[in-house]
C-alpha cells in the first residue's frame, strides 16, 4: 500500500487523477494541494510515498516543490507543457504523463511503480535538485544602534526601501541593511520574499490577508502593517497567494 497526495492547480486535473485512482486499491490518497506552498506543507507533514506533481503552477513549478520538501518521494509529473519532459526524466521521475491523457496511459505510468526500484531512483532525484537548487542565505547581517548583528533570513516579516539601503522589519524589531532593495530581492529566496512595490518585499509565510480594491490590493501582515500592492507587480502577488 502506497499513499499518495496530488499536486495540481487546477481542479479538473485533481479530479481526473482521483478517478483513475479508484482501479488502483494499493494506492491511498492522503490529500490534494492546488499550489506549491500547501504542496510543500502537506508533503513534509505526511511524507507519502508518490506524489502527482503538476509542473507549471502560481508561484512555484513542481520542481521549485521538490527542491523545498525533507524527504522525495516518487513523483509521476502530470502537466499540459511537454517542454518539461526533459527536466523532469533529468531528476529520475517515475513518469511524465501529458495532459489530456487516458485511463491507459495513466495505468502505464502506475505500473512503472516497484518497490524495490524506490531507493534507486529517489537518491539520484535527491542529488540532481540539490546539486541544482539556489543557495540562499539563512542570515543577513545588520546594523543595531552602534554594532552589527545577524538576523535569521526567516524572521523577516517584509522589507522596506530606505534611500540607498533597507529596513528589515522582523517581530524583534526593525534594522537597517547596508543592502539597497532590489540587491536583497536578489539575494532572498523568490519562492517565499516577494516584491510587491519598488519600495516593498513581503514574507509570503507572514501574510496575514488581501484587501482587494478595485484595481488594487494591500497586503496585511501578521503584525498588522499594510503594505501596498502598487500595479506593476500585481502579477508577483496574484502567482503566489492565488
Same mark, same amino acid.
Given at each position: 500500500?502506497?499513499?499518495?497526495?496530488?499536486?495540481?492547480?487546477?481542479?479538473?486535473?485533481?479530479?481526473?487523477?482521483?478517478? &483513475?485512482?479508484?482501479?488502483?486499491?494499493?494506492?491511498?490518497?492522503?490529500?490534494?494541494?492546488?499550489?506549491?506552498?500547501?504542496?510543500? !506543507?502537506?508533503?513534509?507533514? $505526511?511524507?507519502?510515498?508518490?506524489?502527482?506533481?503538476?509542473?507549471?503552477?502560481?508561484?512555484? +513549478?513542481g520542481f521549485d516543490v521538490l527542491t523545498h520538501i525533507e524527504?522525495?518521494?516518487?513523483?509521476?509529473?502530470?502537466?499540459?507543457?511537454?517542454?518539461?519532459? =526533459?527536466?523532469?526524466?533529468?531528476?529520475?521521475?517515475?513518469?511524465?504523463?501529458?495532459?489530456? #491523457? +487516458?485511463?491507459?496511459?495513466f495505468k502505464t505510468a502506475i505500473e512503472k511503480i516497484s518497490?524495490?526500484? !524506490?531507493?534507486?531512483?529517489?537518491?539520484?532525484?535527491?542529488?540532481?535538485?540539490?546539486?541544482?537548487?539556489?543557495?540562499?542565505?539563512?542570515?543577513?547581517?545588520v546594523q543595531s544602534q552602534n554594532k552589527l548583528i545577524t538576523?535569521?533570513?526567516?524572521?523577516?516579516?517584509?522589507?522596506?526601501?530606505?534611500?540607498? &539601503?533597507?529596513?528589515?522589519?522582523?517581530?524583534?524589531? +526593525?534594522? =537597517?541593511?547596508? $543592502?539597497?532593495?532590489?540587491?536583497?530581492?536578489?539575494?532572498?529566496?523568490?519562492?517565499? $520574499?516577494?516584491?510587491?512595490?519598488?519600495?516593498?518585499?513581503?514574507?509570503?509565510?507572514?501574510?496575514?490577508?488581501?484587501?482587494? #480594491?478595485?484595481?488594487? #490590493?494591500?497586503?496585511?501582515?501578521?503584525?498588522? %502593517?499594510?503594505?501596498?500592492?502598487?500595479?506593476?507587480?500585481? %502579477?508577483?502577488?496574484?502567482?503566489?497567494? $492565488?
Amino acid at each position: 500500500m502506497k499513499k499518495v497526495i496530488i499536486v495540481d492547480d487546477e481542479a479538473a486535473g485533481r479530479k481526473l487523477i482521483k478517478e &483513475y485512482l479508484i482501479d488502483f486499491p494499493e494506492l491511498v490518497l492522503l490529500g490534494e494541494a492546488n499550489n506549491g506552498v500547501d504542496a510543500v !506543507k502537506m508533503i513534509n507533514e $505526511f511524507v507519502p510515498d508518490l506524489v502527482f506533481m503538476d509542473v507549471q503552477m502560481p508561484g512555484m +513549478t513542481g520542481f521549485d516543490v521538490l527542491t523545498h520538501i525533507e524527504e522525495i518521494p516518487e513523483i509521476i509529473f502530470s502537466t499540459a507543457y511537454d517542454k518539461y519532459a =526533459l527536466q523532469a526524466f533529468e531528476v529520475h521521475a517515475i513518469d511524465y504523463l501529458l495532459k489530456p #491523457y +487516458t485511463k491507459e496511459r495513466f495505468k502505464t505510468a502506475i505500473e512503472k511503480i516497484s518497490s524495490n526500484s !524506490k531507493e534507486n531512483k529517489i537518491r539520484p532525484l535527491a542529488e540532481s535538485l540539490l546539486m541544482d537548487k539556489p543557495k540562499y542565505p539563512e542570515r543577513i547581517l545588520v546594523q543595531s544602534q552602534n554594532k552589527l548583528i545577524t538576523v535569521a533570513v526567516d524572521e523577516i516579516i517584509r522589507v522596506e526601501a530606505y534611500g540607498d &539601503y533597507s529596513k528589515l522589519i522582523t517581530n524583534n524589531g +526593525t534594522y =537597517l541593511s547596508n $543592502f539597497g532593495i532590489s540587491v536583497l530581492e536578489e539575494k532572498l529566496d523568490p519562492s517565499v $520574499f516577494i516584491r510587491v512595490h519598488r519600495s516593498s518585499i513581503i514574507n509570503i509565510h507572514n501574510v496575514k490577508e488581501l484587501i482587494k #480594491y478595485t484595481k488594487s #490590493y494591500d497586503v496585511v501582515m501578521q503584525n498588522d %502593517d499594510v503594505v501596498r500592492v502598487s500595479r506593476g507587480y500585481m %502579477d508577483n502577488i496574484k502567482k503566489l497567494m $492565488f
